[in-house]
């Protein structure tokens, strides 16, 4: 496989950024008029392809993050338990104390001081916590799509029954316009 130079090279570096062709080929140098279909000539390339390949398995090997990875990741979110958290009345229990789990993947957490009186007469009454959670059902979602569960996909239905020699007069008419 012959090494990259130029605008190629710096498009496959650009695309690994966000996985984005047409922003990748932006960023390389490439007209932004031209962007998207530029983005698909290189996508389409052999050897684009090739070093994108190339790239991204050195990627998931130096970072150890693959789909088992990704995997075990969603896993742990769909098995957190709030009463990991929780006293019996409510009460957080101390941080040190939350699973490595909760202190991973909580998405939020608001303390808001809740104050009695007003002027030199207020005085502090108490805390209030709050705390975001994942979206488990977004969860459930990407775990589905992970491990092929259909009930998150669109249902789309395709009339396959198309004879042999209706196919070959299109492609015979698509012929004829090249």
Same mark, same amino acid.
């Given at each position: 496989?012959a090494e990259?130079t130029?605008?190629?090279?710096?498009?496959?570096?650009?695309?690994?950024i966000?996985?984005?062709?047409? /922003?990748?080929?932006? &960023?390389?140098?490439y007209s =932004?008029r031209?962007a998207?279909?530029? *983005?698909?000539?290189? @996508?389409a390339?052999?050897?684009?392809?090739? /070093?994108?390949?190339? &790239?991204?398995?050195?990627? =998931?090997?130096?970072?150890?993050?693959? *789909?088992?990875?990704? @995997?075990?990741?969603?896993?742990?979110?769909? /098995?957190?338990?709030?009463?990991d958290i929780?006293?019996d009345?409510?009460?957080f229990?101390?941080?040190?104390e939350?699973?490595k789990?909760w202190?991973?993947?909580?998405?939020?957490?608001?303390?808001?001081?809740?104050?009695?009186?007003s002027?030199?007469d207020?005085?502090m009454?108490?805390?209030?916590k709050?705390?975001?959670?994942?979206?488990?059902?977004?969860?459930?979602?990407?775990?589905?799509k992970?491990v092929?569960?259909?009930?998150?996909?669109?249902?789309?239905s395709?009339d396959?029954?198309?004879?042999?020699?209706?196919?070959?007069?299109?492609?015979?008419?698509?012929?004829?316009?090249?």
């Amino acid at each position: 496989m012959a090494e990259l130079t130029g605008k190629r090279a710096l498009f496959v570096d650009e695309y690994l950024i966000d996985l984005n062709g047409t /922003q990748a080929a932006i &960023r390389a140098g490439y007209s =932004e008029r031209t962007a998207n279909e530029q *983005a698909s000539r290189l @996508l389409a390339n052999v050897s684009v392809q090739a /070093q994108l390949q190339k &790239r991204m398995k050195d990627r =998931e090997q130096r970072t150890e993050i693959n *789909a088992d990875y990704v @995997l075990k990741r969603l896993v742990e979110i769909d /098995q957190l338990d709030v009463l990991d958290i929780l006293q019996d009345d409510m009460s957080f229990k101390p941080l040190s104390e939350w699973p490595k789990g909760w202190r991973q993947y909580l998405v939020g957490f608001d303390i808001a001081e809740m104050f009695e009186g007003s002027g030199d007469d207020r005085s502090m009454v108490g805390l209030m916590k709050k705390i975001k959670w994942p979206d488990k059902v977004k969860n459930l979602e990407l775990l589905g799509k992970h491990v092929n569960v259909n009930a998150f996909r669109d249902q789309v239905s395709v009339d396959v029954n198309v004879s042999l020699s209706e196919r070959m007069a299109k492609a015979r008419e698509r012929a004829s316009k090249d």
